[in-house]
């Protein structure tokens, strides 16, 4: 079955630190990639997307992420987070010819400490 | 673009009676999507249309549950005889209508049932 993992569950993390939040997929030949980020009372915003091309994606407030096929991993990276990046991050796919529809991974909680 | 809405934005109903929530997909988009997300956990597919043909359902989306999309423009999801278990946030997201297309989530409609 088509599946997302977000192997962990909750990040603390001191404000400027670096942070990753790692994702893995399971394996099709054709699949595009995404990072959402959920505030609280709100609604998922995409930060991220791999489509195609370069492995390495750039998105929206400084995270960026790299699409690693051999490894089945979609990873998001900030290098120095904010207090304001405290929120729920979720990854999630598409498969191709598969109408779009996105299938999440159970979310990561960032939580920035001052 | 006035974004993707939907209404109400919370529903406290009794176990038993029935509830429709709606959404407004952003004008031109010709896909959407309807999700569920229980707490602590990633949103989940229930079903999508392209214009106003419902092209995929869900297992998820028991016999109680329906959703339309007349005319291809806004959608209703309607849950019959609501249990405890449908207690959720009920997500809407819409596309231009390729895979690879951004969807584009509103805020939610969160469904308590008591």
């Known amino acids: 079955a088509q599946s997302v993992t977000q192997l962990d569950s909750q990040v603390p993390v001191f404000e400027e630190a670096p942070v990753e939040l790692r994702c893995n997929y399971s394996s099709s030949v054709s699949v595009y990639l995404f990072w959402y980020v959920q505030y609280p009372n709100q609604g998922l915003q995409l930060l991220l997307k791999y489509l195609s091309g370069s492995t390495l994606v750039k998105g929206i407030n400084g995270f960026e992420a790299e699409f690693n096929k051999s490894q089945t991993s979609f990873h998001l990276r900030k290098p120095s987070v904010h207090i304001s990046d405290t929120a729920e991050y979720f990854c999630a796919v598409t498969y191709y010819n598969q109408g779009g529809k996105l299938i999440f991974g159970q979310g990561t909680e960032l939580s920035v400490k001052p | 673009d006035t974004g993707v809405s939907q209404n109400p934005r919370h529903k406290i109903t009794k176990r038993g009676q029935n509830v429709t929530f709606r959404c407004d997909p952003i004008?031109?988009?010709?896909?959407l999507y309807w999700y569920r997300q229980t707490l602590g956990q990633g949103p989940e597919f229930l079903t999508y249309?392209?214009?106003?043909?419902?092209?995929?359902k869900s297992r998820l989306l028991s016999d109680r549950f329906s959703a339309e999309r007349p005319k291809g423009s806004f959608s209703t999801l309607e849950i019959q005889r609501t249990e405890q278990g449908d207690s959720a946030m009920y997500l809407c997201?819409?596309?231009?209508?390729?895979?690879?297309?951004?969807?584009?989530f509103g805020a939610g409609t969160r469904l308590s049932v008591l």
């Open positions: 004008s031109e988009h010709n896909r």
């Open positions: 997201a819409s596309s231009l209508g390729s895979t690879e297309n951004i969807q584009y």
């Open positions: 249309f392209q214009n106003e043909a419902q092209l995929e």
